[in-house]
């Protein structure tokens, strides 16, 4: 495979979640929007759509840098097959809690990498098993009052007052619940060839 490691890194996402996850790794990388359709295709299964849009994020933006490695990643909240996305205002995040309360929820989290210039792509997919308690309306209006999570798949922020609303989170990649799975995104760039936990890091 061709020496990857002293191109640039780009995170393909807008989100603040991704990019504080993505700092934890320490490496340098550049932010930048992908500007992707998020739309479901018809009867698409929600974690068929997420591991199609991280995908489609990272290619977006490496078309456009295709010297550098870019990571994209998107998650899909999954009700018995259902596609929960970001609820966007009060009312439908009040409808979603009152929807996933009392049942397990799969945040289907996937994540891709992908450099154009050297052919490199991998992709992965990190379900993370949700349940909620039942909860009556008083505590789901009071916690979207405190905490308004309304640019969060499935209206419920697990790093933050939402883990009140949970019985079990069940993963094998602990940060896929907040947006990026960080153990799968490690495993992808050292295959890529990006170093990490070196003196240098990415990008030098």
């Known amino acids: 495979m061709p020496d990857i490691s ?9 989100s603040a979640y991704r990019r504080e ?10 932010v930048e929007s992908p500007g992707v359709d998020e739309s479901p295709l018809p009867g698409e299964h929600p974690a068929a759509l997420s591991i ?7 290619q977006a933006v490496a078309q456009q840098h295709p010297d550098c490695v870019v990571i994209g990643s998107d998650q899909v909240a999954d009700l018995d097959g259902q596609a929960l996305g970001k609820p966007g205002n009060h009312e439908r995040a009040v409808a979603q809690l009152r929807q996933m309360q009392g049942k397990t929820v799969v945040f289907q989290t996937a994540v891709a990498v992908v450099c154009l210039r ?7 997919l990190a379900p993370v098993k949700v349940t909620f308690r039942t909860l009556d309306d008083a505590e789901i209006e009071n916690y979207l009052q405190m905490e308004k999570p309304y640019d969060c798949a499935g209206s ?10 949970l019985d079990a989170i069940d993963s094998d990649d602990p940060t896929a619940l907040v947006g990026l799975p960080l153990i799968r995104t490690s495993r992808m760039l050292r295959a890529a060839g990006i170093a990490l ?6 990008g030098a």
């Open 197 to 202: 936990l070196s003196a240098t890091g990415a």
């Open 52 to 58: 199609r849009l991280a995908l489609a994020k990272a």
């Open 156 to 165: 419920a922020k697990s790093e933050g007052l939402g883990i009140v609303l």
């Open 6 to 14: 002293n191109r640039k890194l780009i995170l393909g996402s807008t």
């Open 118 to 124: 050297t052919g490199f792509c991998q992709q992965a």
């Open 21 to 30: 996850l993505l700092t934890r790794l320490r490496i340098p990388f550049s």
